[in-house]
């Protein structure tokens, strides 16, 4: 589904990420895990062309060159993803801002009551339905996450890329939204690729690991395999597991 190839970013002397690959299958759920600073996010913005990587980089979604795209057109084509800070509209409703995600994730214009009934339906299946029509901005942080999810969600994804979307959350929360993640791949098929610091968060949900590194990709197991990786272990992972 999604086929990175020595994908390469730099800032100025700066390697942010240096020359990545790997794939992910459809219906898989992937975490990356690494440091502060390793690249994670700009590997994110890269493949959802925020950012233009370097000549020689390659990045395939279904078959699609995405560097021949432009970002608005990224998700359109069914990679949608959430980012490291909240970016709930706090000024409109919850069914607005699942709206908003139905809109911006389709090349078809569609008409308002067929986006309203996709933003509706998203929200019902993250629990979000009996909040339609409160202010986004008085829900509590959990469930402004689960918004981002079901703002996602409403824009009919192949594959969708969450940006530490655990972070902040109690360890009951988090475990919630691990669930909630769990059923979007079970229930709707569609793959997750997944930036999480939380371990328990991600080792119990994900099929397989990366590990990045200084910009480079150290690892790529399954949770098993990682937690006996040595140099995962010594970079990162260290008493943490
Ligand atoms: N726009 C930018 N301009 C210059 N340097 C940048 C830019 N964005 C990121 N960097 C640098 O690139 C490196 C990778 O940053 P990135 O945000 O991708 O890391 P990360 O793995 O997401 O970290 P964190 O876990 O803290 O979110 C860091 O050294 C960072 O300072
Ligand atoms: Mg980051």
């Known amino acids: ?17 240096d020359d990545v690959s790997f794939e992910i299958d459809d219906g898989e759920i992937v975490g990356l895990i690494g440091p502060n600073g390793a690249g994670k996010t700009t590997l994110f913005n890269t493949i959802t062309r925020v950012l233009t990587p370097e000549e020689g980089s390659s990045i395939r979604f279904n078959g699609q060159d995405l560097l021949e795209v432009k970002t608005h057109e990224v998700a359109q084509l069914g990679l949608v993803r959430t980012f490291q800070i909240v970016r709930v509209f706090n000024e409109m409703t919850v069914l607005e801002n699942a709206i908003a995600g139905a809109t911006f994730g389709t090349t078809e214009s569609i008409d308002r009551e067929t986006a309203r009934d996709r933003a509706m339906e998203s929200l019902e299946f993250l629990g979000l339905a009996e ?35 655990a972070s902040g959350l109690t360890p009951n929360e988090v475990a919630e939204l691990s669930e909630s993640i769990e059923r979007i791949r079970d229930e709707r098929g569609i793959s997750v ?27 790529d197991g399954t949770p098993e395999e990682i937690r006996d990786d040595d140099a995962v272990v010594e970079a990162y992972l260290g008493s943490a597991v």
């Open 1 to 17: 589904m999604l086929e990175v190839s020595d994908v390469r970013k730099e800032f100025g002397g700066l390697v942010a990420v």
């Open 131 to 165: 909040h339609a029509e409160m202010d986004a901005g008085a829900l509590p942080l959990a469930q402004k996450k689960q918004l981002e999810m079901a703002r996602v969600l409403a824009a009919d994804p192949n594959l969708i890329m969450l940006d530490e979307i």
């Open 193 to 219: 690729f997944w930036i999480e610091h939380i371990m328990d968060a991600i080792m119990g949900t994900v099929d397989r690991l990366l590990v990045l590194q200084s910009g480079e990709l150290i690892a």
